[in-house]
C-alpha cells in the first residue's frame, strides 16, 4: 500500500480545519479510495464496506478541529475508520474461539471449492489471517492495523491513539505472539481434521 | 516468563506485510462521495451547531432558577402577605383574642389612687384588647 501524501494535503486540510466544506470535499476525494479499500479488508462486503466510509468521513469532518497535525491525516483518518468498525460491529466485535475461526475457513475453502477449478493457497492464507485479525482484542488489532496496513511508525500509532510509544511496542509484540500462536493451533486442528 | 525472540515473530510480520499489499484499491466512488457531503451539508445547514447549544440550554436553566427565587421571596416576604387579600389581616380587632383580661373596678380604684400614669397605663393594657396595637390611639400624643 502506497502512503497518503499528506503533505500534498496540507493546504487542503488547514481550509477543511477552518470550516472549508469545499476544501474537505476534494481532501475525501482524494483519499475515498484508500479508505474503501481498507473497509473492505475489514468487512469484505461492499455495501458494509460504503457504510463505513460514509460514517469515517461524517465523524472526521465533526472531529476535524480536534486534528493537530502531529501525526499523518491518512493515520488519523485510518483510526477513525478502525473505531467506527468496532462502533458498527458492537457485539459481534467479540473475540471468536478458535474453533468457529478453522470451522469458517474450512467452509470458505469448500465454498471456494465448489465454485472454482482450482483452490488458491494465498487467497486462503490471507483470509485465514484476516479472521486471526479479526479474532484479536481490538487494542491489540488496531496497532497491527495501523503498523502494516496503514504503514504508520510506532510514534505515530502513539500520538493517533493517544498512548506511549512504549505501549504501542508492548501491544505491537503480544498481538504478533497471539498471532503466530493461534497460527500453530490452527495449523494443529488442521492436522488433526486430516 | 520467556525471553521475547523478535524473530520468531518475523514470519507473522512478513505475512502482515504481503497481505497489506493485497489490500483492494477500488476506483472512487462519486455516488458514495456526493451522498456523504450531501449527508455532513444537511447536518452543518439550518441546525444550531451543537457546541452552541450547552451554554445556551446552561443560561436558561439559571435564569429559570433565579426567576423562580426571586418569585419564592416575593410571596413569602411578609409585606406581601399582608397585602394579599386571600389571607385575614390578623390586626383586625376583631380576630384579635382578648388574651389579657381586663382589670376589675378594684384595680382601677387603686390605679387612680397611685396617680395618672399607673390609671393610664392601665387604660392602655385594657384598650389592646380591644383595638389593635397599630391603632392611632396610641401612637398619637394625647390633646
Known amino acids: 500500500m502506497s502512503a497518503t501524501p499528506s503533505e500534498q494535503h496540507a493546504d487542503l486540510i488547514a481550509l477543511a480545519r477552518g470550516g472549508d466544506l469545499e476544501a474537505f470535499s476534494r481532501l475525501m476525494e482524494e483519499l475515498q479510495a484508500q479508505l474503501m479499500g481498507q473497509a473492505l479488508a475489514f468487512c469484505g462486503d461492499h455495501q458494509r464496506a460504503q457504510d463505513l466510509v460514509q460514517e469515517t468521513m461524517i465523524a472526521a469532518w465533526k472531529s476535524l478541529p480536534r486534528f493537530d497535525g502531529s501525526c499523518r491525516f491518512f493515520t488519523w483518518l485510518y483510526v477513525i475508520l478502525l473505531r467506527q468498525h468496532r462502533r458498527a460491529l458492537g457485539w459481534f466485535s467479540r473475540r471468536l474461539p478458535l474453533a468457529t475461526l478453522e470451522q469458517q475457513a474450512s467452509a470458505n475453502r469448500a465454498e471456494a471449492a465448489t465454485t472454482s477449478e482450482a483452490p488458491n493457497p494465498e487467497a486462503a492464507e490471507a483470509e485465514l489471517l484476516r479472521a486471526m485479525l479479526a479474532a484479536l482484542p481490538a487494542r491489540h488489532r488496531e496497532v497491527v492495523r495501523l503498523r502494516f496496513y496503514a504503514e504508520a511508525g510506532e510514534a505515530e500509532i502513539a500520538t493517533a491513539l493517544g498512548i506511549s510509544t512504549g505501549t504501542v511496542k508492548s501491544r505491537l509484540h503480544h498481538a504478533l505472539t497471539k498471532l503466530r500462536r493461534m497460527k500453530e493451533k490452527m495449523n494443529h486442528l488442521r492436522g488433526g481434521a486430516h | ?143
Open chain 2, 1 to 143: 516468563m520467556s525471553t521475547p525472540n523478535p524473530d520468531a515473530d518475523q514470519p507473522m510480520r512478513d505475512a502482515l506485510q504481503r497481505d497489506a499489499t493485497q489490500v483492494p484499491k477500488p476506483d472512487f466512488d462519486p455516488q458514495l462521495h456526493y451522498s456523504t457531503m450531501r449527508r455532513i451539508r444537511e447536518r452543518e445547514g439550518p441546525s444550531v451547531p451543537q457546541w452552541n447549544l450547552i451554554p445556551l440550554f446552561t443560561s436558561a436553566v439559571v435564569v429559570a432558577l433565579l426567576a423562580s427565587i426571586a418569585f419564592w421571596q416575593m410571596r413569602s416576604s411578609p409585606e406581601n402577605k399582608i397585602a394579599t387579600p386571600s389571607q385575614p389581616d390578623r390586626s383586625l380587632p376583631t380576630t384579635v383574642p382578648p388574651t389579657v383580661s381586663r382589670a376589675s373596678l378594684l384595680a382601677y380604684q387603686t390605679a387612680a389612687n397611685e396617680g395618672d400614669a399607673a390609671l393610664f397605663a392601665l387604660l392602655d393594657r385594657d384598650a389592646t384588647s380591644l383595638l389593635p396595637a397599630s391603632d392611632p390611639v396610641f401612637t398619637t400624643p394625647l390633646p
